[in-house]
Nanobody, 123 residues
Framework: QVQLVESGGGSVQAGGSLRLSCAASGYIYSTMGWFRQAPGKQREGVAAITSNGNTRYADSVKGRFTISKAYARDTLYLQMNSLKPEDTAMYYC???????????????????WGQGTQVTVSS
């Protein structure tokens, strides 16, 4: 059974850092992604990592966010640096990917989702 549990969210000032974790029992060796959804906006892809370690990032977070896996801990991470107020959102990890490389940041291609962790960045 797939279980995805996010943690690590919180409130920080602009320019600060947070590291999100996703306990990903059962799917850590597959393609996984981080997504976010701000109030009144659609869920959007932030970063994804494939089964062989290839990564893709949304243009808005390139150079600031890093996605990684710790296989021994069954954990997916998202290191977020130089945070901006526009990064404020609920962040979700996802697994059960069913698409191609070209759509790894597309929410509809993922089957399983965690409950989310809130990130708030103040100016």
């Amino acid at each position: 059974q797939v279980q995805l549990v996010e943690s690590g969210g919180g409130s920080v000032q602009a320019g600060g850092s947070l590291r999100l974790s996703c306990a990903a029992s059962g799917y850590i060796y597959s393609t996984m992604g981080w997504f976010r959804q701000a109030p009144g906006k659609q869920r959007e892809g932030v970063a994804a990592i494939t089964s062989n370690g290839n990564t893709r990032y949304a243009d808005s977070v390139k150079g600031r966010f890093t996605i990684s896996k710790a296989y021994a801990r069954d954990t997916l991470y998202l290191q977020m640096n130089s945070l901006k107020p526009e990064d404020t959102a609920m962040y979700y990890c996802a697994a059960g990917y069913g698409g191609s490389w070209y759509s790894v940041l597309t929410p509809a291609e993922y089957k399983y989702w965690g409950q989310g962790t809130q990130v708030t960045v103040s100016s």
